[in-house]
Structures are given as C-alpha cells and as structure tokens.
C-alpha cells in the first residue's frame, strides 16, 4: 500500500495547479458577470494548453493524446476543478467515447478533436428523459442508407463551442420485464447539418458562463457512416465510456472544496470577533476540523476509484460513491465556508457565493445523488436476489 | 556551450513562514517546498539560450538534502538536459551557507566545464546573496549579478544589471557567472511531456565528502524571530494634514 504520488504526478499537479492559478482565476470574474467566455480569452486559454501538450491529456499516445493513466487524469482534473468550468473547458478534455470512433470517423471527429482543431459536445439529456435515459423520445428512424431524426435535447454543455455532437436518439423499443426500455443509438452529428439547430438554453445559478444548451432535430438527415458503435448499441457504448465522466464530477468537486476550504480556514484565523480569530471558537474551529476530514475523504475515494480502473478492476460501485460523496462534500464544505464567512459570504466581492451556486449542479449532473445510490445499492444487493 | 545552473530546494514563496519554537531557525517540517524562484529564471534564461542556438547543453545543480532530487527533477521538466545532486545534509533544516555552496559548485565546475554559470541572485529563504559573487572570487571568473538582459556573444557578454540608480550595463569576458534577477524572464510551466521524460534524464549523485569540501558551518544562528507585526496606520483629515505628517513626523520630504 503507498498513498503518496509519483514525481511525475506531483509535476503534474504542480503544472495544472499554476496554470489555473494563472490563467484561470485572473478572468472568473468577467466571466461570471458577462456570463460567457471572450473568445480570445478562450483561444488563449486554448492554445497555451496545447503548447504545453495538456490538450485532450486524457486519451491514449497512439491517437495523439498523452496517455495518462486515469489517476494522473483525476489529479489533472482535480486540480482544474479548482477554476471556473466555463474557462478550463478550453483546457480540452474531449469524451472519451470518441475512442468508439472507426474507419474514416478517426480521421473526421477522433483526431481532430484531440488536435483541438474541433470541438465536441455530447447530448443526452431531454426535457423528458433525464435519469430515466431509456425514456428517452428523440427518435430516429431508417430511411434507405439515411437515417432521419426527430427530436430534442436540452441541459447540452459545450454546445456553443462544439464543431461537433455525440448525441444518443432512439432507433426502437424492448420490451422488458421492467417495461419498456428504448434502443439506442449514438449519432455524430456536425455543426450545420441542415435539420439540426442548437439554441441558448436556460440560465442557470450554477457556473455561469458554461452553457446549456438546446439542440433541436427537424427532419435532420444522416448518412449511416455517422452512426457512432453499433446501431442499437448506443446503451453498451454509454456504459463502456460514460463512468469517466463521473469520476470527473468527483475529482473536480475535491479540487473546488479545497479551494473554498482555504479560504474558510484562512478566515478563520483572520477574522476577529470578541476580541479572539473566529477559529479559536470550538464552533467555527470544529467546523474546519470536520471540513477537511470529509475533504480528504472524498480525495482518496476518487484516487481510489481512479487506481481501481488502472487496474482493470471493476470500478463502477466506486466511482458512483467517489461521485455521491464527493459532490454532497462539496455542497457541506460550500454551505459551511458560507457560514464562516457570514453576511460577507453572500457578497459577490467574494468567490464564495459562486462556489455555493456552483456546488448545486454537481448532486444532478452527470447521474444524480439518487442515481449514484441506486447504483451503489443494487451492485450489492443484486447478487443476493434481492 | 554548456551551461551551469545551480538551483536550491527551499520553502515555498506562497507558504506564510513560522519560526521554530525554539527560535533556531524556521519550522520546514511538512511544507510545501518548490525551486527557488530566481532559480526558476536562471533555469528559463538557459533553455531560452538553448533554444536560440547559443547553449549546447543544461545541467543543474542542486546541494542540499536527497529530497533536493524533486527540485531538479523540475528543472529537468522545463528543459534542462542533466541534473547532479550533491548531497551535504541530512536534515532539511540544515543550512549549507554560501560559502561552502560556492565551494562545491568550484568542484562541480571543475568536472563540467562550463562556459556559463547561471544562477538566482539570491535564495528567498535566508537571502543571503552571496553565493554567486563568492564563487566568481574563487574560480577567478568574471561576474555580473542581477541581471535583467543577458547576451552572449563569442568570448564576452554583454549584460544589463538592475542596480539602485537605474540600469547598468557591463562587457564581461567568459567564462562568467551571472546572477539572475526578477524581471530577466518569466519562466515557462512544465509540459506534459517534458515531465514524462524527466525521469529518464540522468540525474547524478554525489556527496560533499566526493568533491572534498567541508561544509561544516561556520556561522552559528544566535536567535531567529518572525518580523513585528506592521502596526495599524492612521487616517489623515486632508492633504495639507499629509504633508505636514510626511515632513515633520516621516522626514521622507
């Protein structure tokens, strides 16, 4: 057993931890006030990432990436978790399912997005079918060698800047024990295919600047050379690529804690009232003391998962409690700083209001609090019948 | 040209500094610690020389405690080509003064021949600013400290030092030493694969007791206090009230 990390590891670290201090924090503000990201911050942020050959770091060296394995992946995004989500998505990490690529796709989508000539963004979610996928009613039907979709998606990040969509439509019904369940098909699908729209979505309290996004399909025709895996195998192609995303969501939500938590702490000992540092409080005192046991907790869970995939082990029971526990830390550690910090923590002169706002997405996306547990519970009981 | 640059493992520029409890010394136990920020220059300014032609090859080096390995390691991510550690003290704690540094980097060079020594103007941990100039003294080199442009041409470079009065700039012949200062560059990150291929850069070993040195000490530390702390200051009515502070209680006009 050795929980320490690898010099190369701890470079690592130390590079994306700068990086995000330099490059990301400087511009949280604008971004968070304007609601977007300037394109030439973007592109700047972009290109410096690629000098610096992080750009899609988290696909394998024969396709152009750096090969990571997935721990180091977690400690590059753990530490980017730190910044704004609107300005380190142009330190590009693209989905991972591109790897499902084949024959001249490789050449059209795979390579390209992880060169950063184009970006991707993928698009599963429907006002209708949200952790109920299979629900899911944006359709597609055959016609001749084409295939004609119907439908929309909303809740789609990365759509304004994406070149590109993966998007998961259903090409027919099972029925199962459980009811009905669709089949799916995941679709490559280029920006200004004619049928096909994307819009601005909702407004959000949660990482302003990083969009959600509606995609609409009208008649929207594709060739079958677009059809991403195997047709109806859309679910398989989910399951086999979608877990990394998780533990994204896990390993991001302990970087950002550590980040809140440093400025709790440091208010802590700062802060005078009744003549003493607030921390010397048993009250605020033992607040920071549960705050970084649940921190570091959440951290080795998401490292553990991470080792776990390196391994070849099965890892989905971990990652589904990486994720669970690491987001509803999050929103403790959040709430708690906000506490510390009273009526100055709703100020937006600090950044912890934002990080609060910011806390609440991550119990939804990306599976729900719910969703994580409903894994977690039946990979245990399933096997006893029950 | 081959070129020297010393760097030095010390506490790290963003971790708020506390003396020991027995006043020997600053606590260095479980902190964070990085390559000396100068260090990081001198390091940037050699890769920059290397990339426009003018260098051959980088080596680093480091004197002080076997965890040092990790600072050269950076450097070898940024770019540099060779590292040797030279290892004189067990104890992080253990303070190698400048002299017998200067001493040791005269050994090294010896061994390296280098036609260039880059090194930080000084170390943010004890600031002594010393070893550079001692080094100079000892090898019978020419040097030119706190350099913000630094350009070699053939036997001579030509340096701009930032001095109190403005800015100074000097011919020195080669071989020199040339201490960096802050404003010379702005040294770059690690790339990813930089850092993959440090580990398989060599990285040399070897202890003072190799290169004949005594690094004994020969300052002794009677007493170590953290700065007073800066006391509150005062609100003035107008500007008329302002001068008359500046002049009858500050002196500064």
């Known amino acids: 057993m050795h929980f320490g990390l690898t010099q190369e590891q701890e470079m690592i670290v130390d590079t994306v931890r700068s990086f995000v201090e330099n490059e990301i924090y400087p511009h949280e503000q604008l971004v968070e006030r304007c609601g977007e990201v300037p394109n030439e911050i973007a592109q700047n942020i972009k290109n410096k990432t690629k000098e610096l050959g992080f750009y899609a770091c988290n696909f394998p060296e024969s396709v152009g990436g750096a090969g990571l394995t997935h721990m180091d992946f977690a400690l590059v995004e753990r530490e980017l978790g730190r910044g704004s989500m609107a300005l380190n998505h142009f330190f590009g990490r693209p989905q991972n399912i591109l790897m499902a690529c084949q024959g001249e796709q490789i050449e059209r989508y795979l390579l390209p997005a992880v060169r950063g000539d184009r970006m991707d963004a993928l698009a599963m979610t429907e006002p209708d079918a949200g952790s109920d996928v299979r629900g899911m009613n944006c359709s597609a039907v055959r016609d001749g060698d084409d295939w004609v979709l119907n439908g929309s998606k909303h809740f789609i990040s990365g759509a304004e800047h994406a070149d590109f969509f993966i998007v998961f439509v259903a090409t027919g019904v099972d029925d199962t024990p459980r009811g009905p369940k669709k089949r799916i098909t995941t679709f490559l699908v280029d920006r200004g295919t004619p049928g096909f729209d994307v819009r601005d979505g909702y407004n959000s309290v949660s990482h302003k600047g990083y969009k959600n996004c509606i995609l609409t399909f009208d008649d929207c025709r594709l060739p079958k050379e677009q059809v991403l895996g195997e047709v109806d195998g859309g679910f398989a192609v989910m399951n086999e690529w979608l877990y990394a995303t998780r533990l994204t969501v896990a390993a991001m939500s302990v970087g950002r804690a550590r980040r809140c938590f440093d400025y709790a702490l440091n208010y802590a000992a700062e802060r005078k009232q009744f003549g003493q540092p607030i921390g010397k409080f048993q009250g605020v005192g033992f607040q920071i003391a549960d705050m970084i046991t649940e921190i570091d907790a959440a951290d080795w869970l998401t490292l553990a998962a991470a080792w776990r995939l390196d391994q070849g082990l099965p890892a989905n029971r971990e990652i589904a409690s990486a994720k669970l526990y690491a987001t509803e830390m999050l929103a403790r550690v959040t709430d708690t700083t906000l506490q510390i910090f009273g009526g100055m923590g709703l100020m937006d002169d600090f950044p912890i209001e934002r990080f609060w706002r910011d806390a609440r997405v991550e119990r939804i996306w990306d599976g729900t609090s719910e969703i994580q547990r409903h894994i977690i519970s039946r990979d245990l009981l399933r096997p006893l019948g029950a | ?253």
């Not at chain 2, 019978?140 to 706190?146: I, N, R, V």
């Not at chain 2, 001095?163 to 012949?173: A, C, E, H, P, S």
Request: proline content about 4%.
């Open chain 2, 1 to 253: 040209m081959k070129v020297l640059v010393p760097v030095k493992r010390v506490i790290d520029y963003n971790v708020k500094v506390r003396v020991k409890a027995d006043g020997s010394g600053v606590d260095l136990a479980n902190v964070k610690m990085s390559m000396n920020p100068f260090d990081e220059i001198a390091v940037e300014e050699a890769i920059r020389m290397k990339e426009a032609g003018k260098v051959d090859e980088i080596v680093v080096v480091s004197i002080g405690i076997e965890k040092s390995q990790e600072t050269l390691r950076t450097a070898l991510a940024m770019g540099a080509d060779r590292a040797i550690l030279v290892n004189a003290a067990d104890d992080v704690h253990t303070d190698i003064e400048p002299l017998a540094v200067a001493k040791l980097l005269k050994a090294v060079i010896a061994e390296e021949n280098p036609g260039l020594v880059l090194c930080g103007k000084q170390a943010i941990d004890n600031d002594m600013n010393a070893t550079g100039q001692m080094l100079s003294a000892l090898l019978g080199w020419s040097q030119a400290t706190f350099a913000s442009e630094i350009n070699v041409d053939g036997d001579s470079a030509t340096v701009t030092r930032e001095v109190d009065g403005g800015l100074q700039t000097i011919k020195v012949k080669m071989p020199a030493i040339v201490t960096v200062d802050l404003r010379l560059n702005e040294p770059r990150y690690a790339s990813l694969p930089n850092i993959m291929k440090a580990k398989k850069k060599p990285l040399d070993t070897k202890t003072a007791a190799d290169l004949g040195v005594d690094v004994a000490p020969r300052l002794s530390v009677v007493k170590t206090t953290e700065p007073a702390e800066r006391a509150a200051g005062v609100k003035v009515a107008d500007v008329a009230e302002l001068v008359a502070k500046l002049k009858d209680e500050a002196g500064v006009i």
